[in-house]
């Protein structure tokens, strides 16, 4: 079993900033692709950004600039540093990671349990 948790929503005003993270555990070997989907009411889930085990990333057009990805792949954690925060990044915040949890059976993708972003105008 592999569990992914988010941390670090919250409320804040237009402009601001806020640091989201997520922790894998369970029976872990590695991790290959980790990012940040977000899903706003009444659509559908996009992804935010990603990086892979290797450190590149991919951003979503709409947050180029704003936001940044990281993570530590020794504490299997990644990382989402969000700024200058809009009303239009409103949404539930989804973890995703590609998981192996061994060389003998293929990657799991799993999900995190949503964080709520919600930005005031």
């Known amino acids: 079993q592999v569990h992914l948790v988010e941390s670090g929503g919250g409320l804040v005003q237009a402009g601001g900033s806020l640091r989201l993270s997520c922790a894998a555990s369970g029976s872990i070997f590695t991790i290959n692709t980790m990012g940040w989907y977000r899903q706003a009411p009444g659509k559908q889930r996009d992804l935010v950004a990603r990086?892979?085990?290797?450190?590149?990333?991919d951003y979503a057009d709409s947050v180029k600039g704003r936001f940044a990805i990281s993570r530590d792949n020794a504490k299997n954690t990644v990382s989402l540093q969000m700024n200058s925060l809009k009303p239009e990044d409103t949404a539930v915040y989804y973890c995703n990671a590609d998981i192996i949890t061994s060389i003998l059976l293929p990657p799991k993708n799993g999900w995190g349990q949503g964080t709520q972003v919600t930005v005031s105008s």
């Open positions: 990086i892979t085990r290797g450190g590149s990333t």
